[in-house]
Every structure is written in structure tokens, then in C-alpha cells.
């Protein structure tokens, strides 16, 4: 693909689909043109009749209170999703890493249901901290031998992912009707509750670790050639990893707690990115800021209009996920170049 095409969807799309994202919604009261129009004759004449300010007014709440919110949560939870799968892909120097093949997702899941089930506060500091464990159960069942391989710490995670998933199922089977209702349509991955409350827990985390992994994002090129060779170079391979896994961890926690469990983004946005940008991690780390962001958002609008009810997110994401993946091994393109 052109490359000035490839950056204009990466970086270009951002704003406009933010823009066009608070218009689309199941209430057929918001109008653009309306509320433009409306907007336009408050500053500039200042002279609105009652019927017009209570429109102006319901019009506003709509925007700012209830999509706002949500479209800068799922930006953001798009963002580190496509981020944190690009780091792991790059440092495990694996296409078919992400964060819930390692475990990341399930353990952050499990976390985040406990919390909800016995009405815990700070749900993000749950999710954390089981998520971490996660991390590092996959890190000591694949290092019991000196030499960890890529394979083992895979196959590890697939297997601490299954036990964390399997204690989000007895989670489930002794919540009252109640709270079983609000973990499971939690765990399918949804963003129509989002207020502000969300974006402000997800926000600093999210912000400040993607801030890291962007000044890392050309140390990414030297782990992905290997221990020795980073270290050839005067980088420490083991602090580097060290930083980047504690990011995409944080990041995808986060994600976890304001939104559930979102499968398959962070597994196949990144290798959307390589198509468009390159392997270049010093270019794609952005890329999949951006366009991670925006896509999610192009989803999460499907979501909201296609159907007259809501379906919630994670399921388009993980049917979207599968027939990408099938598309790549039709075509012989799923490769690490």
C-alpha cells in the first residue's frame, strides 16, 4: 500500500471518526445539523426561544454526558489493547502473542469479578494485581528450566489463561442472579455503561504506560533481534523487558476493569498495523495507537446502530479476530518478517 495512504488511516482517522462517533447512537433526537445549528445561533445571536434551549439542552447532556465518556474510554481502550499486543509480539518475537494468550486477560478478568461479586472499590487495583500474578505464574511455569523459550512461555500462558478462566466460570456459578448478570455481560467484553467515572480510573494509567512504551518503542527493534544482540548494543534486555511487560500488563488490567474482556484486538490490530506501517517498531508502536483507538471506535459505532439492541463489543472483536486470522493462513500471509 501507499505509504501517504497507510499514514493517512493510521493517524488521519483519529479525529474525524471522534467527530462522527458522537453523532451515531440509538437516540434519533441528536442531530448534527441540529445541534451545529443550534450551537451557531447561541454565539452568534444568543437569542433562543424555550423549545430551542430545552432541545439545545437535552442535546448537550447526550453528547457530553453520555457518548463523550464513551468514545474517549473506547479510544483509549482500543489504543493500549492494540499497543500492549504489539509489544508482546515484538518482545516474544511472536505474531500469535497477546495478552490473553498469556494469561493477562483471564487473570485481570478473574480479579475484576471478585471484586464486582463482593462489592470491592478500586476493581483496576484487582485486576492488576491478579493479572500480574498471572504474568508471573506463565514467566515460572515456562522458566523451569534455564533456558525459556518463546513456545514454552506460550503454551504456559494458555494454560494459566484456562485455569483463570475456569475460576471466572465458579465465580459466576455462585453469584446471586444480580451480580451474575452485571460479571457476565462484563465479561463479554461491553462499554454502554461508561460515565465518566470509568474514563477518569483508566485514564492515567493508560496515558502514562503508552507514554513509556512510545519512548521504548525503538529498544522493541532490539529485543525482538534477541537477548545477545540487545546486549551487543549496551541494552539490558531483562530491565527492558521488565518495563514494556509491567506497561502492557497495566494497560491491559485497565482495560479489563472499565471494559471486560475485549478478545482477540490485541492480536490481530497489530498485525493490521505491520501490513500498513511495516515491522518497524519505532513507527508501528503509534500507528497502533492511533489506529487501535479508532478502529475500536468504527466497532464499537457497529455496535450501537447496526442492530436495533446493543451487541456488546467482544463479540464483534473476536468474530472480526477469526476471520482475519483465517483470511491470513488462506492468503500465506501469516509470517514475522
Known amino acids: 500500500m501507499n505509504k501517504k495512504i497507510a499514514n493517512i488511516i493510521c493517524f488521519g482517522l483519529p479525529l474525524p471518526m471522534l467527530i462522527i462517533s458522537l453523532f451515531i447512537g440509538s437516540s434519533g ?25 430545552a432541545h439545545y ?21 482500543g489504543a493500549a489493547l492494540s499497543t500492549s499486543g504489539a509489544v508482546l509480539q515484538g518482545i516474544f518475537r511472536n505474531p500469535l502473542v497477546d495478552s490473553y494468550i498469556l494469561g493477562i486477560s483471564s487473570g485481570a478478568a478473574f480479579g475484576a469479578s471478585l471484586a ?19 504474568v508471573i505464574l506463565t514467566y515460572s511455569i515456562a522458566g523451569s528450566n534455564k533456558q525459556t523459550s518463546t513456545v514454552s512461555i506460550i503454551l504456559s500462558g494458555m494454560i494459566i489463561s484456562g485455569v483463570f478462566m475456569a475460576l471466572l466460570t465458579a465465580v459466576q456459578y455462585i453469584s446471586n442472579p ?5 460479571i457476565v455481560q462484563w465479561a463479554m467484553g461491553n462499554l454502554h455503561a461508561t460515565s ?30 534477541g537477548d545477545e544482540a ?13 518495563i514494556l511487560i509491567t506497561c502492557a500488563t497495566l494497560m491491559t488490567t485497565t ?50 446502530a447496526l442492530f436495533v439492541f446493543e451487541v456488546p463489543i467482544g463479540i464483534f ?8 486470522f483465517v483470511f491470513l493462513m488462506r492468503k500465506n500471509k501469516l509470517n514475522w518478517n
Not at 178 to 182: D, G, N, S, V
Not at 201 to 211: E, G, H, N, W
Open 317 to 324: 472483536t473476536t468474530i472480526l479476530g477469526g476471520a482475519f
Open 57 to 77: 439542552q437535552m442535546i448537550s447532556n447526550i453528547l457530553l454526558n453520555v457518548r463523550m465518556p464513551r468514545i474517549l474510554l473506547t479510544f483509549l481502550v
Open 116 to 134: 464486582i461479586l463482593y462489592s470491592l472499590s478500586f476493581v483496576n487495583a484487582y485486576a492488576f494485581v491478579v493479572g500480574s500474578l498471572a
Open 255 to 304: 482495560t479489563v476493569a472499565v471494559a471486560g474482556i475485549i478478545s482477540f484486538y490485541g492480536l490481530f490490530l497489530p498485525h493490521i498495523v505491520r501490513m500498513l506501517l511495516g515491522s518497524d517498531n519505532s513507527k508501528s508502536i503509534p500507528g497502533n495507537i492511533f489506529l487501535g483507538g479508532s478502529f475500536l471506535l468504527l466497532i464499537d459505532n457497529l455496535s450501537r
Open 196 to 225: 465518566w467515572v470509568e474514563l477518569k480510573q483508566a485514564f492515567l494509567p493508560i496515558i502514562i504506560t503508552i507514554t513509556i512504551v512510545y519512548l521504548y518503542r525503538w529498544r522493541i527493534n532490539l529485543l525482538a533481534l
Open 230 to 242: 540487545a546486549k551487543s548494543v549496551g541494552v539490558n534486555p531483562t530491565f527492558d523487558k521488565l
Open 178 to 182: 444480580y451480580k451474575l448478570q452485571a
Open 29 to 53: 433526537h441528536v442531530s448534527a445539523i441540529d445541534y451545529i445549528t443550534l450551537l451557531y445561533k447561541k454565539i452568534m445571536d444568543g437569542n433562543l426561544n424555550t423549545d430551542e434551549i
